[in-house]
């Protein structure tokens, strides 16, 4: 199977514009989460979306938001971008099983947002 | 929320050698699961090794092999033979039986590799 998928790979952006960052999951994989990866802050959470729906989500502000497609294919949208928010946005992608079942991420490349 | 801590900010070992990497975990739940990730400089998240907390054994991938102490929530993560491949960051997470994809990492041991 293919792997999950992120583009772009690289974006410059400048404060106040907004952006959209798509991952497509492995092939049947229901579950997408997306992830914040900073120097200082590390891997943090943004949200996850399960058959179209948000499932879980972080303590981000409401500039960041998702969705998921029927294909399960999802977009992240940062709006009116601050320079902290400069980092690289991993998705990743799980069956989407829930309670007592063993469920593991699997990573895409990542897309590294730079915002001047 | 649960909080996941790797006291170790770089590691390093010799080739060929064996090195441990420490992770500790905070949390009220009974059932979750715990994971180490390797990112390479590509910076591509490879899982290394997975454990259920309910099962007592220590789970083992090849030369990778965890310590899992539930009642000191610890899960520490055991290299031998190391290979210049290694050199990575390594990071510890946490996630929730219950809660859905929600991953809770640590903030990464890197791990150099000397030939």
């Known amino acids: 199977k293919a792997g999950v998928t992120q583009t772009p790979r690289y974006l410059i952006k400048t404060r106040g514009q907004q952006v959209t960052l798509s991952c497509s999951p492995i092939?049947?994989?229901?579950?997408v989460s997306w992830y914040q990866q900073t120097p200082g802050q590390g891997l943090q959470f943004l949200f996850e979306?399960?058959?179209?729906?948000?499932?879980n989500k972080g303590n981000f502000p409401g500039r960041f938001s998702g969705r998921q497609f029927s294909n399960s294919r999802s977009e992240m949208n940062v709006s009116t971008l601050e320079l902290g928010d400069s980092a690289l946005y991993l998705c990743?992608?799980?069956?989407?099983?829930?309670?007592?079942?063993?469920?593991?991420?699997?990573f895409g490349p990542g897309t590294r947002l730079l915002v001047l | 929320a649960q909080t996941v801590t790797q006291s170790q900010p770089e590691m390093s070992v010799q080739e060929a050698e064996t090195v441990t990497l420490s992770c500790t975990y905070d949390?009220?739940?009974?059932?979750?699961?715990l994971f180490w990730y390797k990112q390479p400089p590509s910076r591509q998240m490879i899982l290394v090794i997975r454990?259920?907390?309910?099962?007592?054994q220590n789970a083992t991938e090849n030369r990778f092999s965890v310590n899992f102490q539930k009642a000191a929530k610890s899960f520490s993560l055991k290299i031998s033979d190391s290979q210049l491949g290694d050199a990575a960051m390594y990071f510890c997470?946490?996630?929730?039986?219950?809660?859905?994809?929600?991953?809770?990492f640590g903030t990464g041991t890197s791990l150099t590799v000397i030939p």
């Open positions: 990743a992608s799980s069956p989407g099983l829930v309670g007592p079942i063993q469920e593991t991420q699997y």
């Open positions: 092939s049947g994989h229901r579950s």
């Open positions: 979306y399960f058959s179209e729906t948000q499932r």
């Open positions: 949390t009220s739940e009974s059932d979750y699961y």
């Open positions: 454990q259920e907390a309910y099962k007592q």
């Open positions: 997470a946490y996630r929730s039986s219950n809660t859905g994809n929600q991953f809770y």
